[in-house]
């Protein structure tokens, strides 16, 4: 399969170095299409025409337009999403000046905007890209109370403007050691402060919001950064993402969202497994852990297999790159899916949570996450299963474009 | 565990003890076995004594004796037990902060025998490791081969020289690791200049040995660390050095030339970029990949790339886990990976075994499926580089001491409530199936 596949698109990739351009016509053809729409087709036809899906169907069903670059892979997905990253912030090199996703001068800081620090030429962008990943929910990183908001973008684009989906999407928030100061005068330091010092703000932010809502034209209270952020929370525009790992900090989090009658979504969570009944009653998406974080620390309790137990007992799931402070400086979302596959989880069911689940919880479903006729042109060509260690991404194309024809 | 250890006693009396080692022959059949230093065999024979390969063929070239336990393994797929060239588990401290260069500090004095690691290490397949100190000093003291054949304390665990000592080399390091305000190296002139001057005194320090011969009073007083360091002039000891960028690996086989020490190149990151000058020096490396370059300047041209380019340039290649930087469960993934990115399968799956084997001098005890020597190996379920693919069971010295269908091996494996926490002391019978 692999063998017979290689070659024939090697060739069309090579052709294809002298002709990309943006918004080509493009037509994928798939011995497996797996649309994430609908049940997977074999030799399936994908027409993209002016960077949105055009056409899908079994060969049979589609014409072909003339003068549409064809590309041949064996096994076609939507383009990947990455449920969580810091990918853009945190740079390649991990020195002071490319690492962007905390600020430590203070605990919470709901403020701090993905669009102002996202770098869109990172090379770890342009290395997720190579495995097929099209889109990231990317942002501040875990680490302080609240560290900052968190932005969806497509991995190609040379500016800001160019890649933003959702400038504003959620609002980081840690519940975890991870989150907690050493030494005397420094705040919080302990798990029972840091819970005082979020509800107290967000006490504050109510107040600031009625304030705002009862005052008269002429007498509203002074813009504030923070608070207003912290408003749209209270009014359910946009989550909180709470990492938390420890059963206890999970149990935290549930608690505050069920005080503020806010929109959580639960990160990394690698004891979730011991509080089913709890997340369950509770409604939230979870976006666990990357399956090969290390064991270590407040996740040394983490598993293989959390993806598949929760999302086989009805918790609505997404996966993740995370947060990585040392190496790998990123983590390729299609790996980690791969594990949780070998691990309980179906094909189908680990493929949607790096595709269309991953584009539900985000609410960009309409745009992404699966192959359909309206939605974003944006593709990934394996020479296999997707899965599989020794497969290959060939081809990754956002809006119709081409942006990575490496043999990864 | 004075109840325990009665009861022990009484399985050995009771002949109930099954996964000690055996004096019995134990016969796995049906297996396809990967055996590295041949060609693979379809339905093979595995025959197992005394802690020892007893042959390893088709069912037509291998007798069975009646008297053998047999082990169903059809289906199945049989290869060496894993050999991990680099590896932290054990809660380890090597050398401190005090100096760069600090040779007398064994590993051996700081491995916690009980640490999960070595359960999770384990369940990945691995059954020799060499346990090391980090790379935050030009040289950071003496490593230790370790069987993971279980035990209660690191005496149960070390595999022994002919005089019963621990086996081990020296761990070295270059690059920006090491790197610090004095008195540890500001540059890597600075580096190579510590090192150069250490190694003359231990060369000072061999020669006055030497010249004193028998007479006593002759004797340079007892310097543990010179000591050490006159293994490696010996070439009794063999050095491990962490190295990234391509320059710095040039400067560890000069400084090798110099010297004349035996050494095995770790990391490579950019081996790539000398393979043909490596190759030349034939200089062995351990090479390491994880998901994506970068994490610091000197890792930004990490890329999978690196053990297949050097595999063509004729260098000989294994793969490390540096556990904890990856997991020890994904030791079979690295090669995997590595056969992603141009390595042959075959190469993969040596540098995972044979290759590492001989890296720590052990190639003619463990890391290939030969008569004579350790049965130590992995029962997969299915191709070794497979992402679905599990393993099954472990052995080490004829001994199982992973098996994924008990409750407790399975929590080590995929993870879960417990898995961090430091293992239960080992009692000598007392194993997995009698504890159910």
Known sequence: MITRSIPITVAIFLASLVTTVAHAQVVVRGRTVHTMSGPSISNGVIVITDGKISQVGPANSVTIPAGYRVLDAEVVTPGLIDAHATVGLSGILNYKHDQDQLEHSAPIQPELRAIDAYNTQDELVTWIRSFGVTTVHTGHAPGEAISGQTMIAKTFGNTIGDVTLVESAMIATTLSPSALKKGKPKSPGTRGKLMAILRAKLIKAREYQQKLIKAEADKKPDRDLALETLARVLSREIPLLITADRAQDIASALRLAKEFDIDIVLDSAAEAYLLIDEIKAAGVWVIVHPAMYRAVGHRKNQSFETAATLKHAGIRIALQSGYESYVPKVRVVLFEAAIAAANGLTFDEALASITIDAARLLGVDERIGSIAVGKDGDLALYDGDPFEYTSHCIGTIINGRMVSDKIR | ?436
Request: hydrophobic share 40%.
């Open chain 2, 1 to 436: 565990m004075r109840f325990l250890l009665i009861v022990c006693v009484l399985y050995v009396h009771t002949g109930c003890a099954i996964s000690h080692a055996q004096s019995d022959v134990h016969a796995f059949t049906g297996a396809t076995l990967i055996p590295v230093s041949a060609k693979p065999i379809v339905d093979g024979v595995l025959l197992v004594e005394n802690g020892r390969i007893l042959a390893v063929g088709s069912q037509v070239e291998v007798a069975i004796p009646p008297s053998a336990v047999r082990h169903d393994a059809s289906g199945k797929i049989i290869m060496p037990g894993l050999v991990c060239t680099h590896n932290h588990i054990g809660g380890i401290g090597g050398a401190d902060r005090t100096g760069p260069i600090q040779p007398d500090v064994r590993i051996y004095d700081s491995i916690n025998a009980r640490d999960a690691g070595f359960k999770r290490t384990v369940a990945g397949g691995i059954t020799t490791v060499n346990i090391m100190p980090g790379s935050g000093h030009l040289l950071s003291g003496q490593t230790i081969y370790v069987k993971l054949r279980g035990g209660n304390t690191i005496d149960d665990l070390f595999i022994r020289d002919a005089d019963g000592k621990p086996t081990g080399g020296i761990k070295m390091a270059n690059g920006t690791n090491s790197r610090r305000d004095a008195p540890f190296p500001g540059t890597r002139a600075k580096s190579a200049s510590l090192i150069r001057d250490k190694y003359i005194k231990a060369q000072a320090y061999r020669r006055k040995r030497e010249a004193a011969k028998d007479d006593l009073s002759k004797l340079p007083p007892r310097d543990i660390g010179l000591e050490a360091l006159v293994e490696v002039l010996e070439g009794k000891r063999i050095v491990h050095h962490h190295t990234h960028r391509h320059d710095d690996i040039m400067t560890v086989i000069r400084l090798a030339k110099e010297f004349n020490f035996r050494v095995v190149l770790h990391h490579v990151s950019e081996g790539w970029k000398v393979a043909k000058e490596i190759a030349d020096a034939g200089v062995p490396c351990s090479v390491i990949l994880v998901d994506s370059p970068g994490g610091k300047l000197e890792a930004r041209e990490l890329l999978l790339k690196c053990p297949g380019i050097l595999e063509k340039a004729g260098v000989k290649v294994a793969l490390h886990t540096d556990d904890w930087i990856t997991d020890g469960r994904l030791f079979l993934r690295m090669a995997a990976m590595a056969v992603r990115a141009g390595m042959s399968r075959a190469g993969a799956i040596k540098a995972v075994t044979l290759a590492g084997a001989e890296m720590l001098d052990l190639g003619d005890r463990v890391g290939s499926l030969d008569v004579g020597k350790d049965a130590d190996f992995i029962i997969l379920s299915g191709d070794p580089l497979s992402v679905y693919t599990k393993v099954l069971e472990t052995w080490v010295e004829g001994k199982k001491v992973f098996d994924r269908s008990y409750p407790q091996d399975r929590l080590y494996a995929v993870g879960g409530y417990g898995a961090g926490n430091e293992t239960q002391p080992y009692f000598c019978c007392f194993d997995h199936a009698e504890g159910q």
